[in-house]
């Protein structure tokens, strides 16, 4: 099993920023890409942003211009800046990975915990 573990979420006020991480961590295994979805109250997960292994990002439109994804592939960490931060993006972000293990034979997809982060005056 591959587990994912965000930090960074909190509090802070429209116009603000903040920096997501996660950390992949488990047995052997080849991470083939890293994302970011968020769920906010009374709406369905969403996709926010993925990077492939080979650095190949994906940003929706809604955050495009605001938010960056980033990795460090040596650590199996994935980072999402967060700049000018709106109330509309309160919600709780997850982290998903999709990885092969070295004992498996197919790729699977993998998801954190979540980190809350709320946009308020």
């Known amino acids: 099993q591959v587990q994912l573990v965000e930090s960074g979420g909190g509090l802070v006020q429209p116009g603000g920023s903040l920096r997501l991480s996660c950390v992949a961590s488990g047995e052997s295994f080849t991470l083939f890409g890293m994302g970011w979805y968020r769920r906010a109250p009374g709406k369905q997960r969403e996709l926010v942003a993925t990077?492939?292994?080979?650095?190949?990002?994906n940003t929706v439109d809604s955050v495009k211009g605001r938010f960056a994804i980033s990795s460090d592939t040596a650590k199996n960490t994935v980072y999402l800046q967060m700049n000018s931060l709106k109330p509309e993006d309160t919600a709780t972000y997850y982290c998903?990975?999709?990885?092969?293990?070295?004992?498996?034979?197919?790729?699977?997809?993998?998801w954190g915990q979540g980190t809350q982060v709320t946009v308020s005056a």
């Open positions: 990077i492939s292994h080979d650095g190949t990002t």
């Open positions: 998903n990975c999709i990885a092969l293990l070295t004992t498996g034979s197919s790729k699977n997809s993998y």
